[in-house]
C-alpha cells in the first residue's frame, strides 16, 4: 500500500503544478489581445506563405537521425554509473556501441543525409 500511496501523492502533486500554472498563466496573461500579440513569432520576420507547405524530406531525415543518436546517446548515462561494477567487460561492449555509433554517423555523413545546400 505505502508504494501507491507514494504514486498517488505524486500524481496529486502533478496535477496541482499543472493546474497552477494553467492558473498563473490565465491570470497573469495578456488580457488585451491584438493581431501583433497573435501574430506566429518566426524568428522577428513575418509570416510568409501557407503554414501547410510540403517541407524537403531532408528536412525529416536530418530530424530522424538526430532522435536516433540522442536517444542512443541517453544510454550512456546508466553504462556511466555502472562503470565500476561492470568492469572491462563492460566497457568493450561500450567501445563497440561507440563504434556502431561512429560507423552510422560516418554513413549517413557520406550518403549526404546531412547535407543542407541544394537538393540534388
Given at each position: 500500500?505505502?508504494?501507491?500511496l507514494?504514486i498517488?501523492?505524486m500524481l496529486?502533486v502533478?496535477?496541482a503544478?499543472g493546474?497552477?500554472m494553467?492558473?498563473?498563466?490565465?491570470?497573469?496573461?495578456?488580457?488585451?489581445p491584438?493581431?501583433e500579440?497573435?501574430a506566429p513569432?518566426?524568428c522577428?520576420?513575418p509570416?510568409?506563405g501557407?503554414?501547410?507547405e510540403?517541407?524537403?524530406?531532408?528536412?525529416?531525415?536530418v530530424?530522424m537521425?538526430f532522435l536516433?543518436f540522442?536517444i542512443?546517446?541517453a544510454f550512456?548515462y546508466?553504462?556511466?554509473?555502472a562503470?565500476?561494477d561492470?568492469?572491462?567487460p563492460?566497457?568493450?561492449?561500450?567501445?563497440?556501441?561507440?563504434?556502431l555509433?561512429?560507423?552510422?554517423?560516418?554513413y549517413?555523413?557520406?550518403?549526404g543525409?546531412?547535407?543542407?545546400?541544394a537538393?540534388?
Amino acid at each position: 500500500m505505502q508504494g501507491w500511496l507514494s504514486i498517488f501523492i505524486m500524481l496529486i502533486v502533478g496535477l496541482a503544478f499543472g493546474g497552477i500554472m494553467v492558473g498563473l498563466g490565465v491570470l497573469l496573461g495578456p488580457s488585451k489581445p491584438s493581431p501583433e500579440k497573435s501574430a506566429p513569432y518566426e524568428c522577428g520576420m513575418p509570416a510568409v506563405g501557407d503554414a501547410r507547405e510540403r517541407q524537403s524530406v531532408k528536412f525529416y531525415l536530418v530530424a530522424m537521425i538526430f532522435l536516433l543518436f540522442d536517444i542512443e546517446v541517453a544510454f550512456l548515462y546508466p553504462w556511466a554509473m555502472a562503470l565500476r561494477d561492470l568492469g572491462w567487460p563492460g566497457f568493450v561492449q561500450v567501445v563497440l556501441f561507440m563504434g556502431l555509433l561512429l560507423t552510422g554517423y560516418i554513413y549517413v555523413w557520406r550518403k549526404g543525409a546531412l547535407d543542407w545546400g541544394a537538393d540534388k
